[in-house]
């Protein structure tokens, strides 16, 4: 399979390209699309956050621990005194980085749900609902950065379909099949879950209709 400077390399690679295009056609400004070569970049590794020594997942329970000691930072400022602030982040660092992780490790097989076009939609659409409400992008924005991230975790999950392929001995390993696939069929209950945490999401995602003036706006210089 495709090893994590592959698939943070050609994710990277597509996001810059499309991030680059989109700037000169006017799309967004540059400022507007570097970030979305860094969403494709961190979808192309999402879905290696469930095998358990990769670097993919060290590195993102890293950077979700990060996030929590400033937003937690920035609730507690005013809340607490610097000696107390400062061991509460410590604490909120400790339990995401390390026991959130080890909890996840738990519950997660690799090649599982997260290797999965359901996950990598609905990843898609959990940033689209953050970038909405907490960052206060505008709606198109908002699905795009939300596509961008979908688009990277369709990269990884692509790469990995292909480096199944063994060209050389024109044969199919036996991981062929394991990531590019709608859900987890082994674990159906899983997709419920999913599926359950995406109708909860819904209201909290940009207009739809944005979404669909989007794709249209991409599908019409190809008709």
């Given amino acids: 399979m495709a090893n994590f400077r592959t ?19 006017s799309l967004w400004s540059f400022n507007e699309g570097w970030p979305l070569a860094v969403l494709t970049a961190f979808g192309g590794i999402l879905p290696d956050i469930d095998s358990d020594h990769s670097y993919a997942i060290r590195l993102i329970f890293t950077l979700l621990a990060v996030l929590a000691v400033i937003a937690g930072a920035l609730w507690l400022q005013s809340r607490l005194a610097p000696g107390p602030l400062v061991l509460a982040c410590g604490g909120l660092y400790l339990g995401v980085r390390y026991l959130a992780g080890a909890i996840f490790k738990r519950f997660t097989v690799h090649r599982g749900i997260w290797h999965s076009l359901l996950a990598s939609f609905l990843c898609g659409m959990g940033t689209a609902a953050m970038s909405f409400h907490l960052l206060d992008q505008p709606a198109p924005m908002a699905w795009i950065q939300g596509l961008a991230l979908s688009g990277g975790a369709l990269i990884h999950l692509l790469l990995d379909e292909l480096y199944s392929v063994d060209l050389v001995g024109s044969r199919l390993k036996r991981s062929f099949g394991t990531a590019f696939k709608l859900f987890d069929y082994r674990e159906p209950g899983n997709a419920v879950l999913w599926l359950l945490l995406g109708i909860a999401l819904a209201p909290w995602l940009p207009p739809w209709a944005t979404l669909l003036e989007l794709v249209s706006r991409g599908v019409a210089p190809w008709l």
């Avoid at 943070?8 to 390209?17: M, R």
């Fill in 7 to 25: 698939h943070f390399g050609v994710a990277l690679g597509g996001g810059a390209l499309a991030a680059y295009a989109g700037w000169q056609a």
